[in-house]
């Protein structure tokens, strides 16, 4: 058996206990993460008959895959802009796909002639009154920032 000199043994029991602390702080800042971000919630048209969606749901009409909700009405998208910090966060947080995965998606849809991009509005406000106006529709706001004008869908 061979000896190892001391330095040698200091150095990777130091080296251990290093990836040992990082590797357990990474739960810890993944929670202190999510709890900078603020909470997103799902919203639809009041007239909607849906209180809950499927997560696969959701990420099937956010990325224009799917037009019609369980009832056969149409669906109607209002989404904020890809540079809107709210976006970023609903994509990652709530449909747990990178913004840039949504756009590509977009893209897709309309170049092969299959979709067409979801409507895009430049504020909450105007994400709430949109939604809360249009039959089927269906968006995304800051959990804070709902009113009584709009339905929030629980993911399922």
Do not use: C
């Amino acid at each position: 058996m061979e000896k190892i000199p001391a330095i040698k043994y200091v150095t990777s029991l130091f080296l251990m206990l290093v990836v040992g602390l990082l590797g357990s702080s990474l739960p810890i800042a993944d929670v202190y993460a999510q709890a900078l971000e603020p909470a997103m919630v799902v919203i639809a048209n009041p007239a909607t008959s849906e209180d809950t969606i499927p997560r696969a749901s959701l990420r099937a009409i956010m990325g224009m895959r799917l037009q019609r909700w369980p009832a056969d009405a149409p669906v109607k998208v209002f989404v904020l802009g890809d540079d809107a910090p709210e976006h970023a966060t609903f994509s990652k947080s709530v449909l747990q796909v990178f913004p840039h995965q949504l756009r590509m998606a977009w893209d897709r849809q309309v170049f092969s002639g299959q979709g067409q991009y979801p409507e895009h509005v430049s504020s909450t406000q105007e994400m709430l009154a949109k939604v809360a106006s249009t039959p089927g529709a269906i968006g995304y706001v800051k959990a804070s920032e709902v009113n009584q004008n709009v339905r929030v869908l629980k993911i399922r």
